[in-house]
């Protein structure tokens, strides 16, 4: 299959789904964080060049912000608009499970997440349902593919669990979102756009959060060899 034809899917279908009339977003337009998010959603497409397909949209993943905080970002460089929504991180780069992401990997079985530019896919239905295929422009995300990183809807993802548990679960890599703010990517981040994830810290007056820092283990496999196969089966990710 080639690229075009994975983005197909995401055009073919998008205005066919149901999009909620309103969403748990946090609507952020025209404060100082947003023009430095304009900039790096700029940025982000120049790299993608003629892989894109629409210049409207851009999300942009702040992993420097706790999982508690509406921490991805979808850049409207149209309408100059930013709306933020809840996403999760790999359970490899937060291993002791407390909201934080310590560490980017690229590395197989890491279930880590990956530093980087993404293009993204058409929508397909898988292991996690109704998923967006992304692929990674950088080195540091071009196993993006091969490690089947996607963007996908999750029930740890919902602000329920947020407020259930004090933070959301943890995905294998992928950027998991509740059902509502996942349909929305679906229409408006799949088919040829772009994402970008970095540990950013910016907060919404424009200042910047500085994240607790751990030293990465010298083998990030390690982090996953010892995990229970059945929780794993059962409950990817939450553990």
Known sequence: ????????????????????????????????????????????????????????????????????????????????????????????SDPEHDGWLNWFSNVHGSHCTSKGTYATFGWYTGRYGTSIRLEGLDATNSNALDRAIVMHRANYAERQHLEKWGRLGRSNGCFAMGDAEFKLALLQLGGGR??????????????????????????????????????????????
């Open 1 to 92: 299959m080639n690229r075009r034809d994975l983005i197909k899917g995401t055009l073919a279908a998008g205005a066919a789904l149901a999009v909620p009339a309103r969403l748990p977003a946090q609507v952020r337009a025209g404060l100082p964080r947003d023009a430095k998010l304009a900039e790096i959603a700029k940025r982000a497409q120049a790299k993608a060049g003629d892989m894109l397909w629409a210049n409207d949209y851009v999300g942009i993943a702040d992993f420097g912000l706790k999982s508690t905080e509406p921490r991805f970002h979808f850049v409207n460089l149209e309408a100059g608009e930013v709306k933020s929504y809840l996403v999760t991180h790999g359970d490899g």
């Open 194 to 239: 772009v994402i970008h994830a970095d540990s950013l810290g910016l907060q919404a007056d424009g200042t910047v959060v500085t994240p607790p820092t751990i030293d990465e283990p010298a083998d990030i496999e390690i982090l996953q060899r010892d995990l229970p196969t059945g929780i794993e089966q059962s409950n990817p990710g939450v553990y």
